[in-house]
């Protein structure tokens, strides 16, 4: 072949690869950050990107845009594998006009985006991006729009995955939203509707980049971001672990990873991890951590609506989604946001047919005047249709408090969980013994000459009759009360068992969630 025109097309790749040039290829980088193409690197296994419309550029006229040629139109798209599993995906290249979104790197974004549907692997975004390109005025709104249809249904089928490390701007953080997770870094990522520059205009506020939208906003008051990371190395290990326990699809199993870790080994140390006193807090992650293979938890927004804690974790190989209440917040309580977010982790994990263990201590939703106005009700009530809708294996543990709503709402057998257990520490009742004495004996305590002892002694009565799991046990509703130290292995054993576990729901368009 012609010698030159080989030449030609190594300059054209080549210009292609710089996006907006080398100055501001070290603007970016003197921001602490990387560029599109070494965070691809980053991610991907060595040597297997191959990048697609490379040599797309702009085609609109307003604002002088085609006096010069805009490389690549913001975006890097292409294909290629994480620990030897294809992955699609796109990275925004702030280099180029901010990253902005615009007619053809939303045409390129939505390439990729059928690609993956089309093949059934994830989807992975890497956003840095000022939003919709104010130039192309309408033609990026409708690129957003085309982005989102495409989230939308591709929602259920296969993984897709948002890595924001960049001022997520506009359209540029409603995408994301729609995505299954969404990993922040710290100081790096910034996701708002819009900045505080408009914050300033509209609202007269004044507030900076990182509490407007910085990965604490996200990762603890707002829930947005599912996984924080220190760096951007971080963040590409956090992507490749998370990868590593989904299925490709959701017509696949998640992969079964190898272990050393014995399906039978029992733990002494459970015997004596729920306190006797029943007011007393204690950390339910060691539970977690005990069971699972390797006493590995991957946990699933860490810092956001603690009172319940959800991640992933695998038992003899297996892929699970933990669902836990947590005692060491707020008692363990179910509020508005930790409805929200185990109800979110539950749907994530029965769209991809990972099964769910959940391990209970609650004493049920929170009550009062803010959880009440906010909306409680509405919140508390997604966890209820997440696990009834669920056909996952569904397994359970109560290892303490299972009061009221919370024991119903909590995996519990009458929302078809499959496999209920419970320790001899587990306490299923209507209502906490106070709270009951206080309203069964209302008259007798007001007229007891001795209000403390006769409390004590009807709490005592209450407690030795309901505080337990053998009531519960006798009606079938727990199938098995087990010694807390043969909890691993009780609960692999039922994972087998139902590994084939084929469960339908009536046909219709779609549930109406409580939004
Ligand atoms: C075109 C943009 C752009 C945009 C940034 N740039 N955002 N160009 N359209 N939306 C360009 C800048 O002009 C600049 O070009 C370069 O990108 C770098 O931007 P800087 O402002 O210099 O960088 P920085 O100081 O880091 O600030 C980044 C930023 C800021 C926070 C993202 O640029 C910003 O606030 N942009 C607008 C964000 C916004 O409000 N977007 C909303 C769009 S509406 P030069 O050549 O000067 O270096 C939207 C609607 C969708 O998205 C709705 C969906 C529901």
Known sequence: ????????????????????????????????????????????????????????????????????????????????????????????????????????????????????????????????????????????????????????????????????????????????????????????????????????????????????????????????????????????????????????????????????????????????????NPYEQYDIKQIITSILDNNEFFEVHKLWAMSVIVGFGRLNGRTVGIVANQPLHLAGSLDIDSSNKAARFIRTCDCFNIPIVSIIDTPGYLPGLEQEQHGIIRHGSKLLFAYCEATVPKLAVIVGKAYGGAYIAMSSKHLRSDINYAWPTAEIAVLGPEAAINIIFRKELAEAKDVEAFRKKTVKEYRDKFANPYIAAEQGFIDLVIDPIETRPMLIKALGALANKRESRPPKKHGNINL
Do not use: W
């Open 1 to 276: 072949m012609n010698e030159e025109k080989i030449e030609k097309l190594s300059q054209v790749n080549k210009r292609a690869e710089l996006g907006g040039g080398e100055e501001r290829i070290k603007a970016q980088h003197s921001k602490g950050k990387l560029t599109a193409r070494e965070r691809i690197t980053l991610l991907l296994d060595p040597g297997t990107f191959l990048e697609l419309d490379k040599l797309v550029s702009t085609r609109s006229y307003d604002f002088d845009l085609n006096k010069k040629k805009i490389h690549g139109d913001g975006v890097v798209t292409g294909y290629g594998s994480i620990n030897e599993k294809q992955i699609f995906l796109y990275a925004q290249d702030f280099t180029v006009l901010g990253g902005s979104l615009g007619e053809m790197s939303a045409k390129k974004i939505t390439k990729v985006m059928d690609h993956a549907f089309k093949s059934g692997c994830p989807i992975i975004g890497i956003i840095d991006s000022g939003g919709a390109r104010i130039q192309e005025g309408v033609m990026g709104l409708s690129g957003y729009g085309e982005i989102f249809y495409r989230n939308t249904m591709a929602s259920g089928v296969i993984p897709q995955i948002t890595i924001s490390l960049g001022p997520c701007a506009g359209g540029a953080v409603y995408s994301p939203a729609i995505t299954d997770f969404v990993i922040m870094v710290d100081k790096i990522s910034h996701m708002f509707v819009t900045g505080p520059e408009v914050v300033k205009t509209a609202l007269g506020e004044d507030v900076g980049f990182e509490e407007l939208g910085g990965a604490t906003t996200h990762g603890k008051y707002s829930g947005v971001a599912h996984f924080l990371a220190k760096d951007e190395y971080e963040c590409m290990d956090i992507t490749k672990k998370l990868l590593s326990y989904l299925p490709q699809n959701n017509v696949e199993d998640p992969p079964i990873a190898l272990t050393s870790d014995d399906p039978n080994r029992i733990d002494s140390k459970l015997a004596t991890i729920v306190p006797e």
